[in-house]
């Protein structure tokens, strides 16, 4: 068993403790002033004591990719070298730094943002196969417009490469570790998945494979590029189980689909995994919680909306579906520990879990108990830091999260605006707990230690 404050290795980098902020939308965007709102999001985390932080998806191809406004883009090697000013802040503050690699192929932003796809008519999204017959649907009725390019053979190992060279910039600019966004309808995962995979070269699935070996061959090449280009530097991804797709899909990647994904996803060479019960599609299964009504609701949001989804009817119609699938989704804290805990019975890697935790307890039977085996080695939490940056000192002393997964911080991104908590009770609590000092950071960490050395004993 461990505790919270515990160091953990991963990859060889020494973390301090086993808190990590989860990647989340930064909305910094690539132009001027993105590393300065990079280090004003993420220096508050890092000081106040959380072992590791995740930058959020950020996208390795020029065009493309991005499943939200402003998102960060890494494929410039001179805007990356920029940011060692916030590689460098971080570990001023005695944290650990990792970014999040990514790119969206159907999710991307040409799809369903009407706003960018006016302007931007040209571009196209990057497509695994044809895409299923239920986003052809869509494309139908309207309600997304794809233009897919689906790619060769050879373009699979391009944007493989670029994934490298990006995870090569970003060890240069003093980045600790390299995480792939493999989850949340991205690119890996539409590799990964029975519903978007139906190739018939190498990186599809053959007819006697389990599912999802297409995408390991992805993972595969990924982690091949990213050798190449940084390194040794700890190598870390999402691995997907499809247990939250609805019931209209039949092809998916079931529980132990996942689990076997991760398995061999460790046995190829990544340094950790984080497992993630998902659905096919992008939705609530990403974001469980309370329907948004605040922000839906906002009088200075409307027009953002109906930029982002073509017209105002059109922005009701999607917050209908958001208010029937904020009904649909499991919210027990922790929903992924089931999968993470099969997957670590398999691997010899560290397990990251992560997924509507809020509470220190949670956390700490998270890493196991006198109740249950553990499920991580180290937990995550995500949507609770745009309500307290500086929640790492009060986790670590004890105390619970604020939030209350009401998303009220999430959906205003759609209409690009910045992830931050508009749920006034608590902005309110948080203001009182800064006047308190609950912020200011306590305590220390202990000795290095390692995930086999706890296994030894368990």
């Known amino acids: 068993m461990a505790a919270l404050t515990d160091p953990v290795d991963v990859g060889g980098v020494a973390v301090p403790n086993r808190l990590y902020r989860a990647p989340v939308l930064e909305c910094a965007g690539t132009g001027e002033g993105a590393v300065d709102a990079l280090i004003d999001e993420l220096a508050p985390t890092a000081a106040s004591g959380v072992g590791l932080v995740f930058q959020g998806a950020s996208v390795v191809t020029a065009e493309s990719g991005c499943a939200a406004p402003n998102m960060t883009r890494v494929h410039d090697p001179e805007f990356v070298a920029e940011l060692e000013r916030l590689t460098g802040t971080v570990h001023d503050h005695g944290g650990r730094i990792f970014v999040q690699l990514a790119q969206g192929g159907l999710r991307s932003l040409e799809a369903w943002h009407a706003g960018h796809r006016e302007r931007n008519p040209e571009v196209e999204q990057l497509a695994v196969s044809r895409p299923p017959w239920q986003l052809r649907l869509l494309d139908r009725v309207g309600l997304v417009d794809l233009s897919p390019r689906v790619l060769s053979t050879d373009e699979v190992y391009d944007l493989a ?10 060890a240069d600019a003093g980045y600790d570790g390299i995480h792939l966004s493999g989850a949340n309808m991205g690119i890996v995962q539409q590799f990964c998945s029975p519903l978007y995979n139906r190739r018939d070269d190498e990186f599809g699935t053959g007819a006697d494979e389990p599912p999802g070996s297409g995408g390991l061959r992805f993972l595969e090449a990924v982690h091949d590029a990213v050798r190449e280009h940084a390194g040794d530097v700890p190598l870390v991804t999402k691995v997907p189980a499809e247990t939250a797709a609805p019931s209209f899909v039949r092809r998916h990647l079931s529980f132990e689909d996942g ?3 991760a398995t061999r996803t460790a046995e190829a060479g990544y340094d950790a995994v984080v497992p993630v019960d998902v659905s096919t599609f992008w939705d609530m ?4 919680g309370k329907f948004p009504e605040r922000a839906w609701s906002a009088a ?8 982002a989804f073509g017209g105002p009817v059109r922005a009701r119609a999607v917050r209908l579906l958001n208010r029937v699938q904020a009904r649909g989704f499991d919210r027990e804290p922790g929903w992924n520990a089931d999968l993470c805990r099969a997957v670590r019975r398999r691997v010899d890697v560290p397990v990251l879990c992560e997924g509507g935790i809020r509470e220190r307890a949670t956390c700490e039977r998270l890493l196991g108990d006198d109740a249950s085996p553990a499920a991580a080695d180290l937990v995550g939490m995500a949507r609770p830091f745009y309500a307290e940056p500086r929640l ?6 004890g105390e619970d999260a604020l939030c209350a997964s009401c998303n009220n911080c999430t959906v205003p991104q759609a209409a690009g605006e910045p992830g931050r908590c508009r749920t006034p009770s608590v902005v309110r609590e948080r203001a009182t707990l800064e006047r308190a000092g609950a912020y200011e950071r306590r305590g220390g960490s202990g000795d290095e230690g390692t995930v086999a050395d706890e296994r030894e004993g368990e």
């Open 161 to 170: 490469e670029q994934f490298g060279r990006a995870a090569g910039y970003a």
């Open 285 to 288: 299964s990403v974001i469980r």
């Open 392 to 397: 790492g000192a009060r986790l670590l002393a």
């Open 300 to 307: 200075e949001l409307q027009s953002g909306y109906a930029a």
């Open 259 to 261: 689990v076997r994904l």
